[in-house]
Nanobody, 126 residues
Framework: VQLQASGGGLVQAGGSLRLSCAASGRTFYNYAVGWFRQAPGKERESVSAISRGGGSTYYADSVKGRFTISRDNAKNTVYLQMNSLKPEDTAVYYC????????????????????WGQGTLVTVSS
C-alpha cells in the first residue's frame, strides 16, 4: 500500500487543520493506521492511531481532547482533525499503516508499522 499525507500548512495558535492520509489499493480496510510527528531536533512520536474499522482509537496525552482521528474506508483515507493547535504541535506529520487481523486493534509502536507516507509539515505560530 502507498500512503500520501496532505493537509499541512501554517496556522496561528488556536487554529485548526485537517490532515489526510490517502492510501492506494483495494484492501485499505485491512490496515490499522497511525499518525506520528517529528519536531525539529526531536524523535518521532506517536500522535494517534485507529483500528481497521475505526471503532478503536488512541491519542497521545499531549493531543487528547484536541485531535480527532477518523477513517473513511470507502475513500481509502484516514483523517486527523487538529483543533486548538499550539506552537508545540509544530512538526512534520507522518501517517503509517500496518495490515492487521484484529478489527479492534490499534498500533502505537513506530517499529510495528510497515508502510509510511512522505510527511506533511504543520507549523503553528504563536
Amino acid at each position: 500500500v502507498q500512503l500520501q499525507a496532505s493537509g499541512g500548512g501554517l496556522v496561528q495558535a488556536g487554529g485548526s487543520l485537517r490532515l489526510s492520509c490517502a492510501a492506494s489499493g483495494r484492501t485499505f480496510y485491512n490496515y490499522a493506521v497511525g499518525w506520528f510527528r517529528q519536531a525539529p531536533g526531536k524523535e518521532r512520536e506517536s500522535v494517534s492511531a485507529i483500528s481497521r474499522g475505526g471503532g478503536s482509537t488512541y491519542y497521545a496525552d499531549s493531543v487528547k481532547g484536541r485531535f480527532t482521528i477518523s477513517r473513511d474506508n470507502a475513500k481509502n483515507t484516514v483523517y486527523l482533525q487538529m483543533n486548538s493547535l499550539k506552537p508545540e504541535d509544530t512538526a512534520v506529520y507522518y501517517c503509517a499503516a500496518k495490515m492487521i487481523i484484529g478489527p479492534g486493534l490499534v498500533v502505537t509502536t513506530e517499529s510495528s508499522y510497515d508502510y509510511w507516507g512522505q510527511g506533511t509539515l504543520v507549523t503553528v505560530s504563536s
